[in-house]
């Protein structure tokens, strides 16, 4: 019976070996995630884990792989060299969408679950690999802040290029303005009541937490103490009173409550005599003559 070369013997057992490293990487992925599943109930968390575990169980992976064929040793340190030489000549956009997967993990800039802008791309982030970042885009031609329908693949190098706007991440609210132009002759004074009134009712449950958060995220940064509760601001133009109404919201539900404090103030202004929202009018004192009209003298 002949024998079977060394050599070959080698290579099946580092495949069988390969094989085997893959499937405990497979199940500790798995493991990972039910353990995530059951134990963390936030989900935009759960995800982020997620994917620091997966992308991780990837780098070990590649180098396991790598170190059962090559062995620890010269071969391994010189292929590791070539191929590192390689990547790093032949592809620059991966070496600097990698490094920026490495700042976006370390240094927080934002997690799964975020709303965020990156560049000319505003969404919230469903995913980020270690090449791009996944974002629900919003905007666009849809007007405020509601889904597009569109899913869109950023590179993570555009971090080190573009700015990148978080809305969630330190202070999960934003300050959102609302602007009512009312004539001079109306009750300001009322129409100011009517609009606190209005942003109070909706703002009440929100203002101690919005609070709260913002004084934790002042201990961190110099940030300026700023009234989470709502407020009214006037500006005097030639034609009308403006009126600006400012307070807090949810990121996720700006627009719907835009909308809704809207309806409200409406409603309201329209059973007050006292209060007329005012317009842009044109008044017309003349009439240019045609050309080609013959004017007659009387």
Do not use: C
């Not at 709303?115 to 629900?136: E, H, N, P, Y």
């Not at 942003?199 to 203002?207: D, F, I, T, V, W």
């Not at 006037?234 to 403006?242: G, K, M, P, R, S």
Request: proline share 4%.
């Amino acid at each position: 019976m002949p024998q079977i070369p060394e050599v070959y013997l080698q290579a099946l057992w580092k495949a069988i070996s390969s094989l085997i490293f893959v499937l405990v990487m497979l199940v500790i992925y798995r493991g990972a995630r039910i353990l995530l599943r059951t134990q963390m109930q936030d989900t935009p968390h759960r995800h982020t884990l997620r994917m620091l575990v997966r992308n991780t169980i990837f780098f070990v992976g590649g180098a396991g792989i790598l170190l059962i064929w090559l062995g620890f040793g010269s071969s391994f340190t010189v292929a590791m060299g070539i191929l590192g030489a390689g990547v790093a000549f032949a592809s620059q956009e991966v070496i600097g969408s990698f490094a920026g997967y490495l700042n976006i993990v370390t240094g927080g800039l934002f997690h799964i679950g975020d709303r965020v802008r990156i560049g000319k791309v505003t969404g919230d982030v469903l995913d980020i690999s270690i090449l791009r970042t996944t974002v629900m885009e919003i905007g666009e031609w849809v007007r405020a802040d509601q889904y597009t329908g569109r899913v869109v693949t950023v590179a993570n190098r555009v971090v080190f290029s573009d700015p990148v706007f978080n809305y969630t991440n330190y202070w999960p609210y934003l300050w959102d303005e609302i602007t009512i132009p009312v004539t001079y002759a109306s009750n300001w004074k009322l129409a100011q009541e009517i609009m606190l009134t209005q942003a109070e009712e909706y703002s009440r449950g929100l203002q101690a937490q919005a609070k709260g958060k913002l004084q934790h995220m002042r201990e961190s940064y110099p940030i300026q103490e700023t009234p989470v509760a709502p407020t009214i601001y006037l500006t005097l133009t030639d034609n009308w009173i403006a009126m600006t109404l400012r307070y807090v919201v949810e990121p996720g539900r700006r627009r719907a409550v835009q909308g809704r404090i809207h309806r409200q103030l409406l409603q309201r202004f329209e059973s007050e005599p006292d209060i007329t929202v005012a317009s842009a009018t044109v008044e017309i004192v003349g009439v240019p003559t045609l050309r080609g009209e013959v004017v007659h003298d009387s």
